[in-house]
């Protein structure tokens, strides 16, 4: 059985990184220089470059490994369903992995068998700690 996923926009994640002064007064310049609004535009749009350089290589590896590219959203009904048919889910995904607050723990380790999330999970404190040992 394929378990039917919903998906929905979603905020950025934010990240935290080190800079050298040199590096970081270089942004800056170009920001002045109006090559950029900000330097958060100049790390996005460098970070862009870099996944467009190498997007044949995730491309591949989203094939080869299986996973799942984008946003993937479990709601209590989509475990419900998996838990009915007597089956686990195997959760790959690059991008977001999600599973509803309505979902408890014990529904979560009962049909979720294991968690591989290139990106951001989303759950619960309570569903995350019932599904440790299991998300890598």
Do not use: C, W
């Not at 979603?10 to 990184?17: A, F």
């Not at 491309?59 to 209590?76: E, I």
């Not at 049909?111 to 591989?116: D, E, K, L, Y």
């Amino acid at each position: 059985m394929t378990t039917e996923v919903k998906t929905r926009a979603i905020d950025s994640e934010k990240i935290t990184i080190n800079l050298f002064p040199v590096d970081l007064g270089q942004i800056d310049l170009l920001v002045q220089q109006g090559f950029y609004a900000n330097r958060t535009d100049l790390i996005r749009t460098a970070i862009r470059n870099q996944l467009q350089l190498h997007a044949d290589v995730v491309r591949q590896t989203v094939t080869r490994d299986k996973l799942v590219l984008g946003v993937q959203h479990y709601s209590r009904a989509d475990l419900e369903a998996v838990q009915a048919a007597g089956e686990a889910l195997n959760i790959r995904v690059l991008g977001l992995a999600s599973i509803g607050t309505d979902v408890s723990p014990e529904l979560a380790a009962a049909t979720i068998h294991s968690i591989a999330v290139l990106g951001a999970l989303h759950a619960s404190p309570a569903v995350k700690a019932a599904l440790k040992g299991r998300i890598s």
